[in-house]
């Protein structure tokens, strides 16, 4: 037995989903979570928000400022994934939670943290808010299920 970490490279955003169950402990639903990098390598934390305190908030860039606060204090982060799990179909999510990403983007950018991606999964499908030819459907959640990555989720827990 070895106490070196294991060290998963996501190439793509549905690798990058496909380990975050894994890195979060958990699977989240209805969540905005942020992914604290330094360089290449996260943190190994996952900041976790119900979004129904986004849906009640009044200034969306005030609670991403707040949300952006605890990343702030990871000593040499420079950088972050936005995550957003929505329950809605992907069409409508992506929609309504673009302004929560921007709001969290610049406080990001504010706070001298760069964002590294910004990815929306629905129960219908997944996608970078990044993606300018992304279709209204998003892409297959097969992608994330078919992941080398997601495959090796169970060896990585044992």
Avoid at 123 to 142: H, K, N, T
Wanted: charge should be negative.
């Amino acid at each position: 037995m070895t106490d070196e970490p294991t060290i998963l490279r996501s190439r793509t955003g549905a690798d990058f989903l496909a380990t975050l169950p894994t890195l979060a402990g958990f699977t989240a639903h209805d969540s905005l979570m942020l992914v604290p990098f330094r360089g290449r390598r996260t943190t190994g934390g996952v900041f976790r928000i119900d979004l129904e305190a986004f849906r009640r908030a009044e200034h969306l860039g005030d609670a991403a400022e707040a949300l952006v606060g605890g990343v702030r204090r990871i000593p040499e982060c420079d950088g972050a994934v936005i995550v957003i799990s929505a329950d809605e179909s992907f069409p409508v999510a992506r929609f309504m939670w673009e302004p929560l990403w921007r709001a969290i983007e610049e406080a990001l950018d504010e706070a001298g943290i760069s964002t590294k991606d910004a990815l929306l999964q629905a129960p219908d499908g997944w996608g970078s808010f990044y993606e300018s030819d992304l279709a209204a459907e998003g892409r297959p959640l097969a992608e994330i299920d078919q992941s080398i990555l997601w495959a090796n989720e169970a060896a990585l827990a044992m």
